[in-house]
T-cell receptor, first 113, second 113 residues
Framework: EADIYQTPRYLVIGTGKKITLECSQT?????MYWYQQDPGMELHLIHY???????EKGDLSSESTVSRIRTEHFPLTLESARPSHTSQYLC????????????FGPGTRLTVL | QKEVEQDPGPLSVPEGAIVSLNCTYS??????FMWYRQYSRKGPELLMY????GNKEDGRFTAQVDKSSKYISLFIRDSQPSDSATYLC?????????????FGKGTLLTVNP
């Protein structure tokens, strides 16, 4: 079944640790996105990718980095986690189309102590 | 001024009520308008999309766009407890930078049995 997956779903980690949030999709989409979502706030785009070896920063500045070595995989890395990174991280993918429909994963809820 | 404004609610209605959810926007370049539904601890899922002005109906859901007023609405008829979720409006331009969606904050809806 075509889907988009995120792991872990929940992560509690101490300050200074390096973390990688995984995102994979089996829909064959060329475009992938990372959003940050805090309670009562808009979804903020932090990274996006048009395809393999293509990554761009989004509208919200983020200390995280991403890579796109394979079409289906778009991991997000924080080299040194801080409490200010505590948030919900949502991964999405989309196909080329006129209205840019995006399909979202279930999210990773990150807490940095 | 934010590009998209959405009243975050919360909105609480009895089962069977007609629900009206709204967004306003400031950027006249937006051409495609979407409504996403997000259940608790899940990623958003696309509910409906419309292009330019007009209405679109899908079962109990009707989406309306009034570009002259920069105002979009989602109506839910005969609301059910299973409709309890956060509803996010989203919109995008046509043309070159069509990879990005601009989201509202979302409106939290509770339908009480």
């Amino acid at each position: 079944e075509a889907d988009i997956y995120q792991t872990p779903r929940y992560l509690v980690i101490g300050t200074g640790k390096k973390i990688t949030l995984e995102c994979s999709q089996t829909m064959g989409h060329d475009k992938m996105y990372w959003y940050q979502q805090d309670p009562g706030m808009e979804l903020h785009l932090i990274h996006y990718s048009y395809g393999v070896n293509s990554t761009e920063k989004g509208d919200l500045s983020s200390e995280s980095t991403v890579s796109r070595i394979r079409t289906e995989h778009f991991p997000l890395t924080l080299e040194s986690a801080r409490p200010s990174h505590t948030s919900q991280y949502l991964c999405a993918s989309g196909k080329t189309g006129y209205y840019n429909e995006q399909f979202f994963g279930p999210g990773t809820r990150l807490t940095v102590l | 001024q934010k590009e998209v404004e959405q009243d975050p609610g919360p909105l609480s209605v009895p089962e069977g009520a007609i629900v009206s959810l709204n967004c306003t926007y400031s950027n006249s370049a937006f051409q495609y308008f979407m409504w996403y539904r997000q259940y608790s601890r899940k990623g958003p899922e696309l509910l409906m999309y419309t292009y330019s002005s007009g209405n679109k109906e899908d079962g109990r859901f009707t989406a309306q766009v009034d570009k002259s007023s920069k105002y979009i609405s989602l109506f839910i008829r005969d609301s059910q407890p299973s409709d309890s979720a956060t509803y996010l409006c989203a919109m995008t331009r046509s043309g070159g930078s069509n990879y990005k969606l601009t989201f509202g904050k979302g409106t939290l809806l509770t339908v009480n049995p």
